[in-house]
């Protein structure tokens, strides 16, 4: 038997095809598929790519594939959301059985997989989620105008509203940190920010990658960069917390996923320091990127639809191995490596 699993967000939108073994055909990564950010036919044209991409790659046909699933965002944020995405599925015309999954509950699951823990996904956005005795809650995940704090496109709007205040000299911080902002956006002096930022629709991609300017500047010691950082990733941890504090789960183990999370080690370090202040026996489980996501939804289905047991390390080294050998402007533009 063949699968395809699809998880899109706010940044990009990655497929996967595999066996029944979970051995793994092919990948693709494709640009982003959040209808509320982009649009519904916008977000239908990404992951339609990424499927045809994803089975040219494995050598395969649609008609040989049993079973899809797809990990979008906005599925059971609410039943409206639901409903726009299930449609929107439905008129992609893959003519196949498929599973429909939130992208942030898919992303639990390539961390804790059939057992109980906390997990931060931050990405463009946030959201945490936790399993514990058979029960799944989340915290934050209100969107990028409402909260998502600790997440890329916070940092990137912080940082804007950083270099607005050290451009009217309404703050110390260092022109280092205002230059390389007008670097990122290309633009000669600071009020042309304006021009840039406030489009319609609102580039949310764009400036949640606004995170990884920062990072870079916080990793080479730039006071401001380090400041948001550090203040991201408090935000960031207080999604575990309280999810440990709603469940009284005081041990529960705490691991994470998405883009923030290569910021480097200053933003890891912090969210863990913040959570075992409060919860000092929490063990921690180093944290994977945006892309990783989606071998949620491959665990999932092979549990539930293939007949043989799989091994999630080595499933995820295939992964690791495959997404290595994509084209050096696919990995750039839509995961962000180099």
Known sequence: ????????????????????????????????????????????????????????????????????????????????????VDSLVRELGFGKPYTLLNDGEAGFNCRFFGR????????????????????????????????DEGGGFYIGRRALQEAAKIADGRSDGSTVFLEALKS??????????????????????RIGLLAREVALLASRG?????????????????NAIALKKRFKAESLPVSGFGGVFKAGSLYWDTLREHVRAVYPDTRFIDPLYGHHAVLGSVYMILAEYASKEFSEERILQEFNRMVATLPREEKQEYLLLE
Not at 15 to 39: E, K, M, Q, W
Not at 187 to 204: A, F, G
Not at 224 to 231: Q, W
């Open 1 to 84: 038997m063949v699968f395809v699993s699809v998880d899109g967000g706010a940044t990009k939108t990655v497929g996967v095809c595999y066996d029944s073994t979970g051995h793994i055909l092919g990948v693709s990564a494709r640009g982003p598929s959040n209808f509320r950010n982009i649009g519904v036919e916008p977000a239908k044209r990404s992951i339609v790519d990424c499927v045809k991409a994803a089975l040219e790659r494995s050598g395969l046909g649609l008609n040989e594939v049993e079973r899809m699933s797809f990990a979008l965002a906005g599925v059971k944020d609410s039943a409206i959301s639901t409903q726009i």
């Open 184 to 205: 990122f956006f290309g633009v000669s002096e600071p009020r042309r920010l304006v021009d840039e930022v406030y489009k319609t629709p609102i580039n949310i991609r």
């Open 116 to 147: 109980d823990g906390v997990v931060v996904a931050a990405g463009t956005g946030m959201i945490a989620y936790i399993r514990f005795n058979g029960k799944m809650e989340k915290s934050s995940g209100w969107g990028w105008l409402i909260g």
């Open 222 to 238: 730039e006071p401001t960069a380090k400041r948001l950082i550090e203040e991201a990733a408090s935000e960031a941890a207080l």
